[in-house]
């Protein structure tokens, strides 16, 4: 017994934990603790090794339990939604002006950064509110760490408006936007502004339409 003790005094001097003594001595973890509780761990390089690769371990797990919960959750939302139909993308659209849209000074423009949400605005105007290519008019709003022209070619495409229709790009150029901002729009963001063209269905009574659409809505919830 002496010696087994003296081995782990000698083994918990040198950083090993009661895992470690215990696996190389097969002494109890309870016996090691009474033995060893009064010499300060210090973890050696091989101890570690074994925590980081332990918590890498378990790190990847969690991961991977992460990711197939949220397909998991995604297939079942998928199969919950069904086929959008047309009235569906109609009220969609209306959920998506009531919280992007302009509804001021009867101009329609929808913003946003993310391009699934530009998408689905330019097919709720266009299925919609049949509305042409030649309607839209939109403004990338970035921050002076953004390049321009990679800005307006990501949005073309992303929209598939010519970059001829683009109007002049805006820099925010506030200080106390720029350290906040920085990097985490990098191709900041689209104003899809629609433009009547002289048709009036197009312009203001379109505004109206849509506005009056939202307050239907609201009002029967």
Same mark, same amino acid.
Request: charged share 30%; net charge positive; proline share 3%.
């Given at each position: 017994?002496?010696?087994?003790?003296?081995? /782990?005094?000698?083994l918990r001097n040198i950083g090993y934990s009661?895992?470690?003594?215990?696996?190389?001595? *097969?002494?109890?973890?309870?016996?090691?603790?009474?033995?060893?509780?009064?010499?300060? #761990?210090?973890?050696?390089? @091989?101890?570690?090794?074994?925590?980081?690769? /332990?918590?890498?371990?378990?790190?990847?797990? %969690?991961?991977?339990? %992460?990711?197939?919960?949220?397909? @998991?959750?995604?297939?079942?939302?998928?199969k919950e939604l069904g086929k959008i139909a047309?009235?569906?993308?109609?009220?969609?659209?209306? *959920?998506?002006?009531?919280?992007?849209?302009? %509804?001021?000074? @009867?101009?329609?423009?929808?913003?946003?950064?993310?391009?699934?949400?530009?998408?689905?605005?330019?097919?709720?105007?266009?299925?919609?509110?049949?509305?042409?290519? @030649?309607?839209?008019?939109?403004? /990338?709003?970035?921050?002076?760490?953004n390049n321009i022209k990679k800005t307006i070619?990501?949005?073309?495409?992303?929209?598939?408006?010519?970059?001829?229709?683009?109007?002049?790009? &805006?820099?925010?150029?506030?200080?106390?936007?720029?350290? #906040?901002?920085?990097?985490?729009?990098?191709? *900041?963001?689209?104003?899809?502004?629609?433009?009547?063209?002289?048709?009036?269905? #197009? *312009?203001?009574?379109?505004?109206?339409?849509?506005?009056?659409?939202?307050?239907? /809505?609201?009002? &029967?919830?």
């Amino acid at each position: 017994m002496d010696s087994l003790k003296a081995n /782990a005094i000698k083994l918990r001097n040198i950083g090993y934990s009661y895992s470690m003594i215990h696996d190389k001595l *097969g002494v109890s973890k309870s016996t090691l603790s009474n033995w060893l509780s009064f010499i300060p #761990f210090k973890p050696n390089q @091989e101890v570690m090794e074994k925590i980081g690769k /332990a918590k890498l371990k378990s790190g990847l797990f %969690k991961k991977n339990q %992460k990711m197939k919960e949220v397909k @998991e959750m995604r297939d079942l939302a998928k199969k919950e939604l069904g086929k959008i139909a047309k009235r569906d993308l109609w009220l969609l659209g209306i *959920g998506l002006y009531l919280g992007e849209g302009n %509804k001021s000074y @009867e101009q329609i423009r929808i913003s946003n950064s993310d391009p699934h949400i530009i998408k689905t605005a330019i097919k709720w105007f266009k299925e919609i509110c049949e509305l042409k290519d @030649e309607n839209f008019s939109p403004v /990338a709003h970035i921050y002076p760490d953004n390049n321009i022209k990679k800005t307006i070619n990501y949005w073309s495409k992303i929209t598939g408006i010519n970059k001829k229709q683009f109007g002049k790009t &805006q820099i925010d150029i506030r200080r106390d936007k720029i350290v #906040f901002k920085k990097n985490s729009l990098p191709y *900041g963001t689209l104003h899809l502004r629609i433009r009547s063209h002289g048709k009036k269905e #197009f *312009g203001r009574r379109l505004h109206r339409r849509i506005t009056g659409w939202i307050e239907s /809505a609201t009002q &029967q919830i």
